[in-house]
């Protein structure tokens, strides 16, 4: 890997190189060999392993990652988080696509920006998102989720279409449960606080 000295692009050179002839007294005479120039290939590869972990839209984790993800590298302790952005299909319909895709591409933005450690951070539907952090720390879960509505509430102060959407968790303690299980659990925490929420959520997007 090379960088560009005057335009700062960065570059892949594969080296092939071999001294081809010395003098007398053992000093190199001749170096023979290839230098070439493979970065488009390189950012193929990037972009062909991007597309296999990334959702393109929003820029987190796929669904393809995710499936991987829980099967290698599962903790014994973490909490998981389950999202669903309500009335999404009700979004479509009434303004178009571009706008669910909008709502989308915003609740990923909001995520990243509540959840700040780095967390794993994974869209496995079309309007699903789900996070995993390694602390079931009550107080720190609940800060987490207070400063999550706090950003969803100042999107929708300033939204022409507000965003609602629903959340359910659940937490793992050296593992005293299946990740399915965990998150059942979280799923179905989730859709109570959706069933709760859909009477007012389809009077405020057709209003």
Same mark, same amino acid.
């Given at each position: %890997? ?39 290939? =390189? ?5 062909? %392993? ?17 499936? %991987?993800?829980?099967?290698?590298? $599962? ?15 009700? =979004? ?6 571009? %706008?669910?895709?909008?709502? =989308?591409?915003?609740?990923? $933005? ?10 794993? =951070? ?86």
């Amino acid at each position: %890997k090379h960088k560009n000295p005057k335009t700062g692009q960065e570059m892949y050179i594969e080296h092939s190189i071999e001294i081809a002839d010395y003098h007398e007294d053992g000093s190199v005479k001749l170096i023979g060999g290839v230098l070439l120039d493979v970065t488009e290939n =390189i950012n193929r590869q990037h972009q062909i %392993k991007y597309l296999a972990e990334y959702d393109t839209l929003t820029d987190v984790k796929n669904r393809n990652y995710f499936e %991987k993800f829980i099967q290698n590298n $599962i903790k014994v302790t973490y909490s998981i988080f389950v999202f669903d952005v309500d009335g999404l299909k009700l =979004i479509n319909d009434v303004f178009g696509h571009l %706008k669910g895709d909008e709502i =989308i591409t915003q609740v990923a $933005i909001l995520l990243k920006k509540a959840f700040t450690k780095n967390e794993f =951070i994974c869209r496995i539907g079309g309007d699903e998102f789900t996070v995993l952090i390694d602390t079931v720390d009550d107080d720190e879960i609940q800060d987490i989720t207070l400063r999550f509505e706090e950003y969803v509430a100042e999107f929708n102060n300033v939204s022409s279409i507000e965003m609602n959407i629903s959340m359910g968790f659940a937490s793992v303690v050296n593992g005293d449960r299946t990740f399915d299980k965990a998150f059942v659990v979280a799923e179905n925490h989730m859709y109570r606080r959706k069933l709760n929420n859909r009477s007012s959520r389809k009077s405020k997007v057709l209003e």
